[in-house]
Nanobody, 115 residues
Framework: QVQLVESGGGLVQAGGDLRLSCAAS????????MGWYRQAPGNQRELVAA???????NYADSVKGRFTISRDSAKNTVYLQMNSLKPEDTAVYYC?????????WGRGTQVTVSS
């Protein structure tokens, strides 16, 4: 089992920055792909960014150039640096760990961007 705990969400004005953190309960980055997803009211959950066990990253087109995913293996923590935030980035952001048939989710952290 893996527990994922997100933190760092909050209210920010458009153009501002936030950094989300996701702490894993044990060392998993060598095996698991870590991802950040988001879900806005009335919308489906969507992938925002992911980092594979090998360190490759991918991003949704809507956040490319503004968001950066990274990880600190010593701290078992994945980050999502979000810059130049827009009102349409408002959502609950979830951390995800995936390997083979194992999938784990955090409980989410709310990000609200005011215009």
């Amino acid at each position: 089992q893996v527990q994922l705990v997100e933190s760092g969400g909050g209210l920010v004005q458009a153009g501002g920055d936030l950094r989300l953190s996701c702490a894993a309960s044990r060392s998993i980055f060598r095996v698991y792909t870590m991802g950040w997803y988001r879900q806005a009211p009335g919308n489906q959950r969507e992938l925002v960014a992911a980092i594979s066990s090998g360190g490759s990253t991918n991003y949704a087109d809507s956040v490319k150039g503004r968001f950066t995913i990274s990880r600190d293996s010593a701290k078992n923590t994945v980050y999502l640096q979000m810059n130049s935030l827009k009102p349409e980035d408002t959502a609950v952001y979830y951390c995800n760990a995936k390997a083979y048939r194992d999938v784990y989710w955090g409980r989410g952290t709310q990000v609200t961007v005011s215009s």
